[in-house]
């Protein structure tokens, strides 16, 4: 008898150790008790997510977040930060879902649980139209604005260029305008906002290099071992995906949607 509790006892620490079976996981559950799910966002990504002057965010994924709170009962509570501190703050479960255009890639997925993704994006090239750089071509060896965390500042760095980090992708945008690079990698939807918005009141016009470099499926991200909440949530995702809400949401917004 001892050595079976004992040996029971040996494989549930495995167990816990090796996958997180331990039980200790966020359910849906557990979030309908909460009557809440909170999520971490750096609103300066628009269209899907933007900080407007009254302190609310609103953008595609706020509205895709509104519908997935109000399949599962429960308020949907905002926590605003830099793009760099949203994974970090969810793998230590300190938010529930991180909400924040994230590309879910495989260096990603070691640390942290994705929903299948809801859409597909790019990293496009932003310079002055005043500029020399033309294409990707004209920028090997050369200084190039990022935002801090993202997959365009790894992207750059595997490509060798001259990194300039931004917390904010404001800045990173400024950078651009002021000289002190010669170019800003970001996401292509977010690119064609910023610099919409940007020409509207400025003489030197931004422009994009239409080369889509990257392919990178949007999906939100939770911590590991919160598989019971990811799997609650990709099933109101798959209904939101089939029925044509999340393109809705898109046109919405006046965005192009590429299906994943
Ligand atoms: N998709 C890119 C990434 O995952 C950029 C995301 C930036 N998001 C933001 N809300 N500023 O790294």
Redesign the pocket.
Known sequence: MKKIIALLLVMALACAALTGCSGSGKTADDIKKAGKLVIA?????PP??ELQSDGSVVGIEIDILNMICDELGVELEIQQMD?ESVLPGVQAGKYDLGV????ANEERKKNALFTDPYCL?AQAIVVTESGSIKSKADLAGKAVAV?T????ESFCMAEGYKVNSYAA?SDAELSLVNGKVDAWVI?DLTAAEMVASYNESHDDKLVILSEAMTT?P?GFATKLGNDDLINEINKILKKLLDDGTIASVFEKFEAPYTKP
């Open positions: 966002t750096s609103p300066d990504f899907f997510e793009f924040s255009g994230i590309t994006a935002q965390g993202t997959t365009a992708n996401d990178e949007y």
